[in-house]
């Protein structure tokens, strides 16, 4: 392997090539017209636009990324997260023209990506699942009362082809349920051209806690311990933290082994993620997905284990055997990850996209780390997630790590849009937040408060 082709844009495709660059590994950009002076194309060495800037005709366009690898002689393709990163069709593309794909098998893509399918496997490997349903597709919609009843509400509607909280909606009683249904299975077809989707238990006083796997392939398969992702909006992770606060270390433990279990079982190859839905009140855990990619909230892990998990993927992906590094990993201290979006928490988090007139971030800040794909003077555009960076921060204990983070954040310039920092900055410093006593309603129950 000699040269990437990062098929993405933004933090994650400057997150990649970085690490390609510290293994002496070569990297190719790939750009939307929107995206031709963004800051991952200007690190790469070399750049191919691809299309306009809407992502169904450019980052989404596999015979695009396809022809840009063979015109640049790539023989490696990143996916990074996102996009294409979770099509089997993709990665098995990539492996028939003859490269690299840094990512596991289409095999396990398919697996995890229907949820059904990944359910049955999760309990097949003695992990804890839900009460939920089969798949409904369109067709199918006189079912659903009956499946309801046995699931039993309050319950969630779930695109099966979905992920990050995108197709979810919460039902309450029978008399909304068909047209929840139906209204869901319409956005899953348009956003995943798959409009089948299914009924899952809700959790009323939930908490989100995943685990991070790697796999080698072959039934060897490890676990970097838990990331805590409870403070959420709309359904989407906002700020995430390791160790999760205030959870039972044998709790932790048993849902670490059962994401390993399941990520052996599928002979899982490269980093993947096991999320859990955990009942705040019980302590008892269930199994929601399985994330086959790298997460958006890896650096948590990176800071508290000392590893590289992006360049792991590439040496792994490279034919390097991984498994004396993977025993030897342990965790140290607490991190935590505040994503700093270019959005509007008084306008229930609406985006708000705009120009970057001034962005300035904290230099060399102890125990502060800053992910971003944007430089002063770029565009936030209404095409892409408008995430400007993320901003992590550890600490010997989950007090000073909260305090880093908060400390960044105010060193953080932004000026030419509105953005959620000031909510950021609240929730770190929010009394119920210090407690630990997090969950994925606290936002909504919380957000007067937290947005005044």
Known sequence: MKKILIANRGEIACRIGRAAHGLGLKTVAVHSDADSESLHVAEADEAVHIGPAPAAQSYLRADAILEAAAATGADAIHPGYGFLAESAAFARAVGNAGLVWIGPSPKSIDDMGDKERARALARAADVPVLPGSERFGPEAIGKVEEAATAVGYPLLVKASAGGGGIGMRRVD?????????????????????????????????????????????????????????????????????????????????RMAECARALAAAERYSGAGTVEFIVDAESGEFYFLEMNTRIQVEHPVTEMICGVDLVGMQIRHAAGEDLEAELNAVTRRGVAVECRLYAENPKKMFLPAPGALDVFETPADMEGVRIDTGVRQGAAITPYYDPMIAKISAWGETRDAALDRAAAALRATRIEGLVTNRDFLIAVLEDGEFRRGEVWTGYVDARRKDLTA
Not at 207 to 234: K, N, P, W, Y
């Open 173 to 253: 009683g029978p008399d909304k349920l068909a047209k929840t249904v139906e209204s869901t299975q319409e956005m899953a077809a348009r956003s995943f051209g798959d409009g089948a989707v299914y009924l899952e238990r809700f959790v009323p006083r939930a908490r989100h806690v995943e685990i991070q796997v790697f796999g080698l392939g072959d039934g060897r398969a490890f676990h970097l311990f838990e990331r805590d992702c409870s403070t959420q909006r709309r359904f989407q992770k906002v700020i995430e933290e390791s160790p999760a606060p205030g959870l039972a270390p044998e709790i932790t433990a």
